[in-house]
């Protein structure tokens, strides 16, 4: 996941999300991350322009999918509107993340209780100076 913050040493005028040399030299080339690469949220705030061209510049870097967590369907639409069809490369590591997933493993919900339990009180005895 992109986010946006403006990287200076690399690109003085971009926020990551939006910048071609952060999502293709850095990420892509330098720290070669070769999965499926997605925006921060589009919704925060933090980028400029409406939504819909949030979204193209996303793409337009080198992202291969943005998110949109907050607004109404209209904005949704706008978004979906500004988004191109998920082919080629994206595609392909899209589809490959897909299949990358696994079934969770069966949770013990009382002994996660437990350390749950454990690490809170751990933490306010930590926290008071009187840690065990």
Do not use: W
Not at 58 to 84: E, I, K, M, T, Y
Request: aromatic share 4%; proline share 2%; with cysteine.
């Amino acid at each position: 996941m992109t986010a946006h913050v403006v990287f200076a040493a690399y690109d003085r005028f971009a926020p990551a999300t939006t910048s071609a040399t952060m999502v293709r030299e850095v990420i892509r080339e330098s720290i070669g991350f070769a999965g499926a690469l997605m925006s921060d949220d589009l919704s925060m705030g933090a980028l400029s322009g409406s939504l819909g061209e949030r979204a193209r510049a996303a793409f337009a870097a080198g992202c291969d999918l943005v998110l949109h967590c907050n607004g109404s369907l209209q904005d949704r639409h706008v978004v979906a509107g500004a988004s191109p069809l998920l082919a080629d490369e994206a595609a392909k590591r899209a589809d490959a993340a897909l299949h990358a997933r696994t079934a969770p493993a069966d949770l013990d919900l009382a002994q996660a209780r437990r350390t749950f339990a454990a690490l809170v009180n751990g933490s306010r005895l930590a926290g008071a100076g009187m840690a065990s």
